[in-house]
């Protein structure tokens, strides 16, 4: 072999995207990649059994037909502007490929979903990283970079948990010249969300995900809800059967049983209160968070509470982003799962140097 790598050289360059850690070990203690602590709808359950049969030999319907209408039915919207994707992070990268191509200007916020950055590098181009104020905003003039063909916001952002409103999302999109993705991964834990700047907003595209709010992350779905024209090009460039037969079926279930997730999402705004008085108590700073996790900064030591806590298989995220302290970002879980935390939590903040 001649040659040091098979790979474009941008490739090699990459890091590549680290999930949060996924252990096999069932005695930990998950707050780490905001799963929801929740079993899904039986309903779920019942339509992926309902699907076990004979026609798993057939591919699955390309455009998810069934479960789209079910998707538009929900926000009100045409069919022909919803778009089914092997989880939101599929929806995010068949953008990414469809709209940025090598050089190319990707323009996201600060500190924010780190995938974001991946994406651009797989199609070796260029990103600027605009930060975001110290309210949590978003200066509409320094984030509408000239020359930007795509941008991202996850709204509520990932680790902060704050949300722009849509008066403030609509401000970014009349600036921009190109598509600007809403990410409401967690929308579903949030007072408000984007879904209206679609119809008067032409460059305005929403991926929503039921790996969150409906429990099913391990199912793989997601949806985005964009102009017709715009599903019409992305559909060019995804995969022809990104979603299978049994997660579609699930994921219409799981949409379907609006009291279901109304009860989750309460129990989990109820913890969230709770989880977020009792860290502050501890001293870090926390913002008001619309998701299902919250950040803690400025407290204890991150790096060592996140250490003392694994020790302890309680799992939580250690964030580091340059120019940022250190922070942790802890899923929302039950209340039982969150006494459990906050017991752990109680020595070891005890003994760090921080009191
Ligand atoms: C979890 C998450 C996603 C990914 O969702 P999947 O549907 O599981 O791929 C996308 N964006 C943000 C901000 C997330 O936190």
């Known amino acids: 072999m001649s040659r040091d790598s098979f790979f474009r050289p941008h490739v090699d360059r990459m890091a ?19 799963e929801n ?33 079910a ?49 651009a ?3 070796d181009a260029r990103v600027a990283e605009v930060p975001f104020g110290s309210d949590w905003s978003l200066d509409p003039a320094s984030f509408a970079l000239p020359g930007t063909k795509l941008a991202f916001v996850a709204n509520p ?3 902060s948990g704050t949300t722009l409103t849509p008066e403030q999302v609509a401000r970014l999109a009349e600036r921009l010249d190109c598509p600007l993705v809403v990410d409401e991964a967690y929308a579903d834990f949030a007072s408000s969300d984007c ?8 460059n305005v595209i929403v991926t929503r995900t039921f790996s969150k709010g409906y429990s099913l992350a391990g199912l793989r779905l997601g949806y985005l809800i964009a102009r017709p024209e715009l599903i019409a090009g992305l559909v060019k460039v995804k995969d022809s059967y990104n979603c299978d037969s049994l997660s579609l079926a699930g994921a219409l ?12 999402r309460g129990k ?52 580091r982003y340059p120019g940022h302290a250190d922070g942790l970002r802890i899923t929302v879980g039950t209340d039982a799962e969150i006494d459990r935390l906050l017991e752990a939590l109680g020595p070891i903040v005890a003994a760090s140097k921080f009191s």
């Open 195 to 202: 879904v209206s700047l679609v119809a008067s907003h032409p």
């Open 37 to 69: 602590p929740y079993p899904p709808s039986p309903r779920a359950f019942e339509a992926i059994a309902a699907t076990l049969d004979d026609r798993l030999r057939r591919y699955p319907d390309p455009m998810g037909t069934a479960f789209r209408q």
């Open 253 to 264: 279930a799981a949409l379907e049983d609006r009291d279901y997730l109304a009860q989750t």
């Open 268 to 319: 989990i705004l109820a913890t969230r209160r709770r989880l977020t008085e009792a860290v502050r108590a501890f001293g870090y700073q926390v913002p008001e968070s619309q998701a299902n996790f919250v950040w803690c900064t400025g407290g204890p030591p991150a790096a060592e509470v996140y250490e003392a806590l694994k020790a302890q298989k309680i799992l939580v995220r250690l964030m």
């Open 157 to 159: 952002n990932s680790p």
């Open 121 to 123: 590098e797989l199609q």
């Open 16 to 34: 590549g995207y680290v999930p949060g850690e996924q252990p096999r070990d069932t005695g930990v203690l998950k707050l780490n990649t905001n």
């Open 71 to 119: 998707a538009a039915r929900r926000h009100g919207v045409d069919p022909e502007m919803i778009l089914a994707g092997n989880g939101s992070d599929d929806l995010l990268t068949i953008i990414t490929r469809a709209f940025v191509g090598p050089g190319d200007l990707l323009v996201y916020p600060s500190p924010s979903y780190i995938l974001y950055r991946t994406l």
